[in-house]
C-alpha cells in the first residue's frame, strides 16, 4: 500500500499593495560573482570597518576559512577598541563536532582557546532556538558592518569561503542601506545579545539548571518578533525598494510571505533550494501555478553536489543517504507534474560543477520581487529554524542586469531534466544506500522528510 501525504489546499493570500520598506537606490546593491569574491570582500569590510561588526550565521568553523575571518575581527578591535564586534552562531552547533566526528568540544573550544590568546574582546554568542538542535537551530542570516549588509546563506568555514580548492556556492549580495543596516544590528543587539537564555561562547560557562526553561521562553519570544522598521516609508511610490523578515513556527510572516509571492507569480517563477523537500502548502502552491499556465524554474543541487554526498569509493555513514532521499522527493514531485515539463512550464535544472556543492537559496518573482533568504525551502525551516530573508520590490525592474547576470551564472552550470526517467531510482543506489532506504520503509522516509529534514 502506498504511503499517501493527506490533502490540504492551498489558500491563495494576496501580497498587501502596500507594505513599510526601506528605499533602496540601484547602485546600492552589489551581487557578488563568486565564493571567493565574498571572502575577499568580507575581509576588507572587516578591515575597513570603523563602528559596528555585527555577524549572524549557523556556524563559525574552526578551519583555516574561519580562522582567517576571525583572525580579521581580532586586528579589527586592537586596531580599533571602540569598534562594536559581536558575532552569533546557533548554541548547540557550536558545542558539537561535526556530524559523524567522534566526540568533540566543538567550536566553543576554539572560541575560548583564541580568546586567550588576545587582549582585545570579540563576543561570540551562542543563539539556543530550542533545547535540543533536532528541534530547532539559529538559522539567521546577515553581516552588518558599518552601514552595509553583506547578505548570504554561507557559514564561515573553507568551503563556504572558498579556501582549499572547493567552495560551497551560495548567493552574495552586498546592500548599502543605513536604515536596513540600523534595523539588522538593533534587533541582533537587543534581542539577541540582551537575553540571558543567550550565552557567551568565548568564555567558559558553567552547568545552569534553569538554561532550558530559559531557552523555552526565548523561542516563545522570538516567534512574536520582527525587525523595527524605523526610518522605512510605505512601498506606495512603486519605487525599489527592501524589506527584512523574520520567521520561526509554522505560520510565521516569512512563510506567509514565501507562500504569497508563489501565489501573487503572473508570468514566471524561479526558485533555489539546495535540499528538495518542498513544505506541503509551498508545493501545493506551485502545483497551482502550472495549473495556471505559469512557469516555473527550479534549480536544484543534484546529489553529488550535496553537501552531505559520500562517494561510493569512501566509508559510509547513515547521513550519506539524505542527498538519495532528497532525490526520491525530486523525482517523485517531477512524476507528478511531467505534463508540465512536457509543455515547457515546468523547468527543473540540476547544478553540478565538479566537486563542488550546492548551497542556493531564493526566489524571483517575474520583474518584480527578489527573495534573498536563508531559507532552505523544507519542512524544518518552515517550522523549526529561525530564519529570516529580504525582500527586494523592483517594480521599476532597476536591477535587470544584475539579476540576469546571477541567474546566468548560476544556469551555467546546470542541466535540465526532460523526464523524470532521468533521475535514479533507489535500484540504481549503493547497496548500503538501499539497505538503509529498505530498513526506513516508506512510512520512516515521510517522517524523515516532513518532520526534520
Known amino acids: 500500500m502506498r504511503y499517501r501525504l493527506p490533502f490540504r489546499p492551498f489558500r491563495p493570500r ?127 542570516k546577515g553581516f552588518v558592518i558599518d552601514d552595509t549588509v553583506i547578505y548570504s546563506g554561507a557559514s564561515l568555514n573553507n568551503v563556504y569561503l572558498d579556501k582549499l580548492g572547493q567552495y560551497r556556492y551560495d548567493r552574495y549580495h552586498l546592500i548599502r542601506q543605513r536604515d536596513l543596516a540600523q534595523a539588522m544590528s538593533a534587533w541582533m543587539t537587543g534581542m539577541l545579545s540582551a537575553n540571558p537564555a543567550v550565552r557567551r561562547l568565548d568564555q567558559p560557562t558553567l552547568p545552569d539548571p534553569a538554561h532550558n526553561n530559559r531557552i523555552r521562553q526565548f523561542r516563545a519570544q522570538l516567534e512574536q518578533s520582527q525587525y523595527a522598521l524605523a526610518g522605512s516609508t510605505l512601498s506606495e511610490d512603486g519605487g525599489l525598494s527592501i524589506t527584512p523578515y523574520l520567521g520561526l513556527g509554522k505560520r510565521n510572516r516569512l512563510n506567509r510571505l514565501i507562500l504569497q509571492l508563489v501565489e501573487e507569480t503572473s508570468e514566471h517563477l524561479t526558485l533555489c533550494t539546495p535540499y528538495f523537500n518542498l513544505p506541503t502548502l509551498l508545493e501545493q502552491a506551485i502545483a497551482s501555478l502550472l495549473r495556471r499556465g505559469r512557469t516555473v524554474t527550479l534549480i536544484v543541487g543534484a546529489k553529488t553536489a550535496n553537501d552531505f554526498y559520500i562517494p561510493p569509493d569512501q566509508p559510509f555513514k547513515s547521513i550519506g543517504a539524505l542527498p538519495y532521499l532528497y532525490e526520491i522527493r525530486l523525482r517523485r514531485f517531477a512524476r507528478q507534474q511531467q505534463t508540465a515539463i512536457d509543455r515547457q512550464k515546468l523547468h527543473i535544472r540540476l547544478w553540478q560543477h565538479d566537486h563542488h556543492t550546492y548551497h542556493l537559496k531564493g526566489m524571483w518573482v517575474d520583474d518584480r520581487y527578489q527573495l534573498l533568504t536563508g531559507n532552505n525551502l523544507n519542512p524544518r525551516a518552515f517550522r523549526l529554524d529561525l530564519e529570516n530573508a529580504l525582500l527586494i520590490h523592483d517594480p521599476g525592474n532597476r536591477l535587470q542586469a544584475s539579476r540576469e547576470a546571477e541567474l546566468a551564472r548560476i544556469l551555467a552550470h546546470t542541466s535540465r531534466i526532460d523526464h523524470y526517467s532521468a533521475l535514479e531510482t533507489p535500484h540504481d543506489y549503493p547497496p548500503k544506500v538501499r539497505q538503509l532506504l529498505r530498513r526506513l520503509g516508506p512510512v520512516g522516509i515521510h517522517r524523515l522528510l516532513y518532520r526534520l529534514l
Open 14 to 140: 494576496r501580497l498587501p499593495v502596500t507594505q513599510p520598506a526601506f528605499r533602496l537606490d540601484a547602485d546600492a546593491v552589489e551581487v557578488l560573482d563568486s565564493t571567493a569574491a565574498f571572502r575577499i570582500r568580507l575581509l576588507a569590510l572587516i578591515h575597513a570597518a570603523r563602528s559596528r561588526i555585527h555577524i549572524a550565521a549557523l556556524y563559525l568553523q574552526e578551519d583555516e576559512g574561519g580562522q582567517e575571518i576571525l583572525d580579521a575581527l581580532y586586528a579589527a578591535k586592537a586596531a580599533q577598541p571602540g569598534l562594536d564586534i559581536r558575532v552569533f552562531v546557533d548554541w548547540h552547533r557550536a558545542r558539537r563536532g561535526l556530524v559523524g566526528q567522534k566526540k568533540h568540544a566543538g567550536n566553543a573550544a576554539w572560541y575560548q582557546a583564541q580568546a586567550a590568546l588576545h587582549e582585545a574582546s570579540v563576543p561570540i554568542y551562542g543563539v539556543p532556538v530550542q533545547t535540543r538542535e533536532i528541534f530547532g537551530v539559529f538559522h539567521l
